[in-house]
């Protein structure tokens, strides 16, 4: 049973982005007010500038909170801290916290919120499904050759539809205060599996190239990526893509009733779309 009125507020932050975009279009289908987060709403909002918060924050009653770049990043916990004591003061009731599953400095942020004196839920998610084909390594896969270190390394990749649902669901209905959802797929694949059911799909033939941290931050930096993101992902397959991941957890079943999406039916959805065929 909803629990919110339609016409609390609900800020979005992250409103563009994999997760965010999800949870605010669900939100609207269910007739919920939303407001977007970002710099480019028409209340613009910015992790980067805290003089953007307190008008985005202005009448909203829960906020889902997608920290950008980064949980990992120098200065996140400090800025959670900051947004949440900023939420508060201006009404918010509930912060629903997208987190990172194996990294010590989100479980710091993760902290921040649950000091807030806010209702909190925190969704501490797995590698994305999505990364494959709106993120890092949708080019890799478009040129057929996917050159990444810890290539046997198991990963249980989330679906980033079960993210937005298990968020909606926190956001909009009692239950699930101080709640913590560890979210991931029901099993674990190496990326040279996932590229390869990938491979499968489109009928197309794309490589798994195992390189050492060493080779991928160069080539990364071969291809003029950031350097904020090469180091952001340098840290993710030094990090929390060294096996430590490798379990999968039950944060879906909990939160939803029912099993998590396969990575399979990912691949098949994604596949169907046309994003990975070459354009000729």
């Not at 968020?167 to 009692?174: E, G, N, P, Q, S």
């Not at 009733?257 to 399979?264: A, K, L, N, S, V």
């Amino acid at each position: 049973m909803t629990n919110s009125n339609p016409t609390d507020l609900i800020l979005v932050t992250g409103g563009t982005g994999k997760t965010g975009s999800r949870v605010a279009a669900r939100l609207a289908q269910a007739g919920q007010s939303i407001r977007i987060g970002s710099r480019s709403a028409e209340i613009p909002f910015s992790w980067a500038d805290r003089d953007t918060w307190s008008a985005a924050l202005a009448g909203v009653t829960a906020a889902y909170v997608a920290f950008q770049p980064d949980l990992a990043v120098p200065g996140a916990p400090e800025t959670l801290r900051a947004f949440a004591a900023a939420a508060r003061q201006s009404g918010v009731r509930k912060l629903v916290l997208l987190s990172g599953r194996g990294e010590p400095e989100a479980v710091e942020c993760e902290e921040m919120v649950q000091e807030s004196g806010l209702d909190w839920t925190i969704v501490r998610c797995s590698f994305f499904a999505q990364n494959f084909s709106e993120g890092a390594f949708t080019d890799y896969i478009l040129a057929g050759e996917v050159a990444l270190p810890n290539g046997d390394v198991p990963e249980p990749f989330v679906h980033t539809d079960d993210i937005a649902e298990v968020a909606v669901l926190a956001l909009t209905t009692d239950g699930h205060q101080g709640a913590v959802y560890e979210l991931t797929g029901p099993r674990a694949l190496t990326f040279a599996e996932a590229v390869a059911e990938i491979a499968a799909a489109t009928g197309r033939d794309i490589a798994f190239i195992p390189v050492s941290r060493t080779e991928f931050v160069a080539a990364l930096t071969d291809y003029q990526v950031p350097a904020d993101v090469v180091s952001l992902l340098d840290y993710l397959f030094g990090t929390i893509l060294d096996g430590r991941n490798a379990k999968t957890a039950d944060g879906v079943r909990r939160a939803l009733g029912r099993e998590p999406r396969d990575f399979t039916e990912y691949v098949r959805d994604t596949a169907s779309t046309g994003i990975w065929n070459i354009q000729g």
